[in-house]
């Protein structure tokens, strides 16, 4: 027989997500956070949501973990929203920077990352921009980021990838990994990963001359939203690029930015 969601155990289960990596669920998504576990607590042979909650507060086998993976969606294809990779290469084609460095906080797999990657390789190559840049993916999950590190996506994801830079930079799967690529060696050298939890403080990581915050601020309630941003920001030189999904509305931060575009932005200088 299928576990019920008490209120009891919705408000546990929650209050846990809230508490230590901001993802804010109303009483309505209880049917949602429902379907997600439930399979789970299934397979692993527990009677109860409550026995479930008190697994995932006590990171029993890395359980807590598991239920972010399931509680959050990991989607990402690259190329997503182009007219972000179209402002990015605009504004660095007028700005011919020697360096380049760029974050893709919530990198999810890296698809992101690679893109970016992709983008800045075909730059440097036709001497748009120097030879020094680098892209920095983080995410809070593990799962996900042992998996943008080996840099092997389904081809599909690649769907909205020029041809021509799939063939450049992607080796392609034979026998039992067709329909797979890797992203090639000279791209992997200059793409890490690591794991950060956005609503922790934020180490000395930057300064970034383009941030990435796509798609993962729809998680977070208000206060919550206004901080990571902010926080991030802190990481972002001034004059320096944030882009947010085009989905995710309004940015709620302190920090002064200008709108470019549709989630395109660029943190105010001093004299701006
Ligand atoms: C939908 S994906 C976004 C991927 C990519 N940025 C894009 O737009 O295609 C959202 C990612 O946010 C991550 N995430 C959720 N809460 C987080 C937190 N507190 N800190 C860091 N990453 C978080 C999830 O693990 C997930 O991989």
């Known amino acids: ?44 042979g527990l009677a109860s949501f409550e026995a479930y909650a008190a697994m995932i507060e006590a990171d029993e086998g890395g359980e807590f973990q598991m239920a972010v993976d399931l509680l959050t969606t990991n989607e990402t294809y690259f190329f997503r929203e182009p007219a972000h990779y179209a402002v990015l290469e605009e504004t660095l084609a007028r700005e011919k920077p020697r360096s380049a460095r760029v974050w893709s906080a919530a990198s999810s797999f890296g698809d992101e990352a690679y893109s970016t990657a992709m983008l800045l390789a075909d730059m440097a190559q036709q001497g748009r921009i120097g030879n020094d840049w ?14 943008a590190s080996r840099g092997i996506f389904p ?15 992607c080796l392609r799967g034979e026998g039992e990994s067709e329909g797979l690529v890797q992203m090639s060696p000279k791209l992997r050298e200059r793409v890490r990963f690591g794991q950060l939890n956005l609503c922790e403080p934020i180490e000395d990581l930057g300064p970034f001359d383009v941030i990435f915050l796509r798609n993962v601020l729809i998680y977070f309630d208000p206060p919550t939203k206004a901080a990571v ?40 200088t001093a004299a701006s």
């Open 1 to 44: 027989m299928q576990a019920t969601l008490s209120d009891r155990a919705f408000e546990k289960i929650s209050g846990l997500m809230y508490d230590s990596i901001g993802l804010s669920f109303a009483i309505s998504k209880k049917p949602l956070i429902s379907s997600r576990l439930a399979p789970r607590i299934q397979r692993l």
């Open 134 to 147: 680098s892209v920095l993916g983080t995410d809070i999950s593990d799962r996900v980021l042992q998996s």
């Open 155 to 169: 081809e599909e994801r690649l769907r909205d990838t020029a041809p021509e830079r799939v063939k450049r930079y």
């Open 229 to 268: 941003v902010d926080s991030v920001l802190t990481q972002l030189r001034p004059g320096g690029l944030f882009f947010i999904g085009t989905a995710e509305g309004r940015v709620p931060c302190k920090t002064p930015i200008t709108t470019l575009a549709p989630g395109a932005f660029r943190k105010q």
